[in-house]
């Protein structure tokens, strides 16, 4: 209740700041359109939202996102840069209602509408290249050109998975027209690097090239993190004929995520410095200030990944109102890693504890190695016709997909405890890993078929209704295999099939302002099960169903944008890991809420954005679960908002500056709700030098230099059990950070 109370409160006064900005926005907005009747809006750090934009996240039938009876949002590669986004979670963060985080588990994690993880589906140029929590990789953002993202159920458009929203990153491609050689150079505090390469050239009198190469790298703001990526990204467009095109895209990560795995709680009485303020648990746990830049990992420790996307487009305009598509695809990723995963301050002499006062990490040796390959094709016909004298667009297709993925795990039980493996609280020694015992393999099949359809119906000159239909069919085998090799009775096989639905309509209430309403609902049947080794029970098909209704504006010729939500969805069967290696249904889950954004010019030179959402979720009890029944969902924020501002063309120079705020409210860190996670607001300032073919621009990233925690990962909380002592740990985000970066294009 404490939560909700602030939590509205907080909503109030920010709703009052929003108002206003709106307010004074519309006003000098009208005040100038009677002197200036064209007006150049600069500040490319603000463009959200963008009413007129297409999104393939939100409609195979290339509608606006005006025309879309949809909550979707786009962020492009210059706004990206602008702000310094070096990762798609930065970027989708600053969205209404997202919390977004980097744990090593799952290093870009998203929440919204009050679900996460592998509720949210991420997509690579509109393709499923698994469940969500084995392709949350932390994607580089300059050979992207846009972060588009649908919020709210979405499988009749993306198939399984999609319950809380879709996250699509999009490439840049190759295209027949002239593009500049873009160049990007940034290097900030920490060590940190970035550095971008990428452009567009013709190749012949019908083919076309586009490569970007990107890398990032850090020592980290904790001893021995040391994150670090590449990404190649590369495109050839043959314009066979006049109608018929053929694309070749090859997309290639490479990346070792940050070696840092959190920072142990510990009693409050134990700490010198405690951040009560930061975070708290139920049973008076805390972090001490003076362990916050220390790495309790072992020196060699791990997490790399690679994968490899092939993809091959055929586009063929067999007339004026009817064009086929076919995409074939092929992914192969590996991902290998060993860490000291757990820390457990000891307070007891019980099982390995053998000394009070130290941090235990024996039970939080883990490793683990990913296999995965993935064939797909699909099919699409775009049909464009008149139904009784009306406008009529249709997209039906189909798609299909084989999934191998293999999974070899293992721990250090077995092992007899070291020396090493307990630790001081404050000053710890890093250690080696050493011998691993393996545990098991897991290999798995899962083959999906699906046929899919959308509709868009100009019933009149103002309502379209848009629908949208998918039957998909799912089978699933699971084997486990133990440490000799020997096939165990954990496995099983699943077959699934389902049909999903998105029914809505757009109505246009005048030349700038369209309301909508919609119907949808999303399915899942396996997701985190891929990762799981006891997983066969309480397998079942989770439905998700939404209820949403919203208003988006656009007056002033573009230059003021709104659009305002409200949803409802409610969710059974939430499949949630709650041991180590073990996971089943907790019961349903319930959220409803409201989502503002906007944009505005209120002159030539300023320009302001800004967003806010209010959240309301929480568990349902099932007949089989009933523990975590009215308790509020992990890193699910009852208020969120961000603010934005930019003034350009500072006494006629060519300088920008401006910053941004961002708020999230309280949040819980794990499913019982015994590990309170405070709110923070962060500060963002930004000054921009542009020349005629350069940026160089000076960044700071959390001026007030706040110590909070964005995200909690539960698989590695209140393990309280002394027992069978894993884990109790959160991480801490980074501190102030101070960047210079320079663009080109020639």
């Given at each position: 209740m404490i939560l909700t109370i602030k939590g509205i409160s907080n909503l109030k006064n920010f709703s009052y700041l929003l108002l206003g900005i709106v307010l004074l926005a519309s006003n000098a907005v009208a005040q100038e359109a009677g002197v200036v009747e064209e007006i150049v809006v600069p500040g490319r750090a603000i463009n959200t939202p963008d009413l007129g934009?297409?999104?393939?996240?939100?409609?195979?039938?290339?509608?606006?996102?005006?025309?879309?009876?949809?909550?979707?949002?786009?962020?492009?590669?210059?706004?990206?840069?602008?702000?310094?986004?070096?990762?798609?979670?930065?970027?989708?963060?600053?969205?209404?209602?997202?919390?977004?985080?980097?744990?090593?588990?799952?290093?870009?994690?998203?929440?919204?509408?009050?679900f996460s993880r592998s509720a949210i589906t991420v997509l690579r140029d509109g393709i499923w290249l698994g469940p969500a929590n084995m392709v949350m990789r932390p994607q580089n953002t300059f050979n992207l050109d846009r972060v588009e993202v649908l919020r709210g159920p979405g499988s009749a458009l993306h198939g399984q998975g999609v319950v809380g929203g879709t996250v699509n990153s999009v490439v840049k491609r190759a295209s027949a027209t002239e593009q500049p050689i873009e160049m990007l150079a940034s290097y900030g505090r920490f060590g940190t690097y970035q550095f971008g390469l990428g452009g567009n050239t013709q190749l012949g009198d019908s083919t076309w090239l586009r490569l970007d190469v990107n890398q990032y790298g850090s020592d980290g703001y904790v001893d021995r993190m040391d994150p670090e990526s590449t990404n190649v990204t590369a495109s050839v467009l043959w314009q066979a004929t006049e109608d018929f095109d053929v694309e070749f895209q090859v997309d290639y990560l490479d990346d070792s995520l940050a070696d840092y795995w959190g920072t142990p709680l510990v009693p409050q009485n134990a700490a010198v410095s405690p951040l009560d303020d930061v975070v708290m648990t139920s049973s008076g746990e805390t972090v001490d200030e003076r362990a916050r830049f220390r790495n309790f990992n072992v020196r060699d420790s791990r997490a790399v990944s690679d994968q490899l996307l092939f993809r091959m487009d055929l586009s063929w305009q067999l007339s004026d109102n009817i064009e086929l598509k076919n995409t074939t695809y092929s992914f192969n990723a590996d991902r290998d890693w060993g860490n000291a995963e757990g820390y457990v301050y000891c307070t007891t002499l019980v099982d390995v504890c053998n000394e009070q006062g130290v941090i235990q990490r024996y039970y939080g040796y883990f490793f683990v190695t990913h296999d995965q390959d993935l064939l797909g094709n699909r099919f699409t016909a775009n049909l464009s016709s008149q139904?009784?004298?009306?406008?009529?667009?249709?997209?039906?297709?189909?798609?299909?997909?084989?999934?191998?993925?293999?999974?070899?795990?293992?721990?250090?039980?077995?092992?007899?405890?070291?020396?090493?493996?307990?630790?001081?609280?404050?000053?710890?020694?890093?250690?080696?890993?050493?011998?691993?015992?393996?545990?098991?393999?897991?290999?798995?099949?899962?083959?999906?078929?699906?046929?899919?359809?959308?509709?868009?119906?100009?019933?009149?000159?103002?309502?379209?209704?848009?629908?949208?239909?998918?039957?998909?069919?799912?089978?699933?085998?699971?084997?486990?295999?133990?440490?000799?090799?020997?096939?165990?009775?954990?496995?099983?096989?699943?077959?699934?099939?389902?049909?999903?639905v998105r029914l809505g309509a757009v109505a246009k209430l005048s030349d700038d302002v369209s309301a909508y309403a919609q119907y949808s609902d999303g399915k899942d049947p396996v997701n985190n099960n891929i990762f799981l080794v006891n997983s066969g029970e309480n397998l079942d098909l989770t439905d998700a169903e939404q209820w949403e209704v919203g208003l988006k504006g656009s007056w002033h010729g573009g230059r003021t944008q709104a659009t305002i939500a409200y949803f409802d969805?409610?969710?059974?069967?939430?499949?949630?890991?709650?041991?180590?290696?073990?996971?089943?249904?907790?019961?349903?889950?319930?959220?409803?809420?409201?989502?503002?954004?906007?944009?505005?010019?209120?002159?030539?030179?300023?320009?302001?954005?800004?967003?806010?959402?209010?959240?309301?979720?929480?568990?349902?009890?099932?007949?089989?679960?009933?523990?975590?029944?009215?308790?509020?969902?992990?890193?699910?924020?009852?208020?969120?908002?961000?603010?934005?501002?930019?003034?350009?063309?500072?006494?006629?120079?060519?300088?920008?500056?401006?910053?941004?705020?961002?708020?999230?409210?309280?949040?819980?860190?794990?499913?019982?709700?015994?590990?309170?996670?405070?709110?923070?607001?962060?500060?963002?300032?930004?000054?921009?030098?542009?020349?005629?073919?350069?940026?160089?621009?000076?960044?700071?990233?959390?001026?007030?230099?706040?110590?909070?925690?964005?995200?909690?990962?539960?698989?590695?909380?209140?393990?309280?059990?002394?027992?069978?002592?894993?884990?109790?740990?959160?991480?801490?985000?980074?501190?102030?950070?101070?960047?210079?970066?320079?663009?080109?294009?020639?």
């Open positions: 934009a297409t999104s393939s996240a939100g409609s195979r039938l290339g509608l606006t996102v005006m025309e879309t009876p949809a909550s979707i949002e786009l962020i492009d590669s210059s706004v990206m840069r602008a702000r310094g986004y070096k990762s798609v979670a930065d970027a989708v963060k600053s969205l209404p209602g997202v919390v977004s985080g980097e744990s090593p588990a799952a290093p870009s994690t998203f929440s919204m509408r009050g139904i009784a004298g009306r406008e009529n667009q249709l997209v039906a297709g189909l798609e299909v997909t084989d999934l191998d993925f293999s999974r070899a795990r293992g721990f250090r039980r077995k092992i007899p405890l070291a020396a090493g493996d307990s630790v001081d609280p404050i000053v710890p020694v890093a250690g080696n890993y050493g011998d691993r015992e393996l545990r098991g393999i897991s290999p798995t099949d899962i083959d999906t078929r699906a046929v899919f359809l959308e509709d868009a119906f100009h019933i009149t000159e103002s309502i379209t209704l848009v629908g949208a239909l998918r039957y998909e069919e799912l089978d699933l085998v699971r084997k486990n295999f133990n440490d000799s090799g020997v096939l165990e009775a954990s496995g099983f096989a699943r077959d699934f099939d389902w049909v999903s969805i409610q969710r059974d069967d939430v499949f949630e890991r709650i041991g180590v290696d073990s996971a089943a249904s907790i019961g349903g889950r319930d959220s409803n809420g409201f989502e503002i954004s906007s944009a505005f010019s209120p002159t030539s030179q300023w320009r302001v954005g800004a967003n806010a959402s209010f959240i309301d979720a929480e568990f349902k009890r099932s007949t089989n679960f009933v523990t975590f029944a009215g308790n509020t969902p992990p890193n699910v924020a009852e208020v969120t908002g961000n603010l934005w501002t930019s003034y350009s063309q500072i006494a006629g120079l060519p300088l920008e500056i401006g910053g941004s705020v961002q708020y999230v409210d309280d949040r819980y860190g794990d499913n019982a709700n015994q590990v309170s996670l405070s709110s923070y607001t962060l500060v963002d300032l930004f000054a921009t030098w542009s020349g005629s073919n350069y940026n160089l621009t000076a960044r700071v990233h959390n001026v007030t230099d706040e110590i909070y925690v964005p995200w909690s990962d539960v698989f590695y909380l209140q393990q309280n059990d002394p027992g069978f002592l894993y884990a109790n740990q959160i991480l801490l985000a980074s501190p102030r950070m101070f960047e210079l970066s320079m663009e080109f294009a020639f």
